[in-house]
């Protein structure tokens, strides 16, 4: 059984979806002088810290938000400080309820640029995981004193003829497999606890998403 939970409220989902969506599917060359279409994007994600009867650590996401400030293009985003800042002082006064809890972004991949072949082919590959670039962006913010615990990251490949696959937890279920139109979709899930900011192993970690179809098993 896993030791931590992370939950996606229907409010996060469908801002982490829709902005995944948009960077990949909507053409934003005229923005960035031609260099490309499929964006990686980038937001933060604000909850709550709780546990079950079973000693299972759980992290509420309620609130995700996308962060418009970010340096985007088709290979990496980097995200700026002071919209952390910003956004996290807002929180802090009109949602004292809420916490800062971590971040999401995008990996967006497809046939012709990165000649990934099919869904199972990015499998292999890892793909749909944490880079390392991303490990480390996430030890640096563990170093500058934010109070990061969850690290999301979503995936989207698309083919011009749609592939029916079957609702699918990966890494035991720390990630979930889902399909919308021609795309399918994964979101996988990181976690960082303890003083020390160790994280997670993926059997610790499942993710529950019910606007997606994964909900708690018991």
């Not at 293009?73 to 800042?85: E, I, L």
């Not at 082919?121 to 880079?131: A, P």
Request: hydrophobic letters at 35%; proline letters at 2%.
């Amino acid at each position: 059984m896993s030791n931590c939970l992370v939950s996606l409220s229907e409010q996060a989902f469908f801002t982490i979806a829709t902005s995944a969506l948009e960077a990949y599917r909507v053409d934003h060359s005229a923005d960035l002088d031609g260099t490309g279409i499929k964006l990686e994007t980038f937001g933060y994600l604000w909850g709550h810290l709780s546990s079950t009867s079973m000693n299972e650590t759980v992290y509420r996401i309620s609130q995700a938000n996308v962060s418009t400030a970010a340096h985007r293009t088709g290979d990496s985003v980097t995200a700026r400080d002071d919209a952390y800042t910003l956004k996290n002082t807002f929180v802090e006064s009109f949602f004292p309820e809420l916490r800062f809890l971590g971040d999401f972004h995008s990996h967006p991949y497809s046939q012709e640029r990165d000649a990934v072949r099919t869904e199972l082919d990015l499998e292999r590959n890892e793909f749909y995981r944490f880079s390392t670039a991303d490990m480390r962006s996430a030890k640096a913010q563990q170093d500058a004193c934010k109070d990061y615990r969850v690290g999301l990251v979503i995936t989207v490949f698309e083919r011009e003829e749609q592939v029916a696959r079957s609702n699918k937890y990966l890494d035991d279920q720390s990630c979930i497999r889902f399909q919308y139109d021609n795309m399918t979709i994964w979101i996988k899930a990181y976690v960082w606890a303890g003083d020390d900011y160790r994280r997670k192993a993926d059997k610790m970690v499942t993710l529950i998403c019910p606007p997606a179809g994964f909900s708690l098993q018991v």
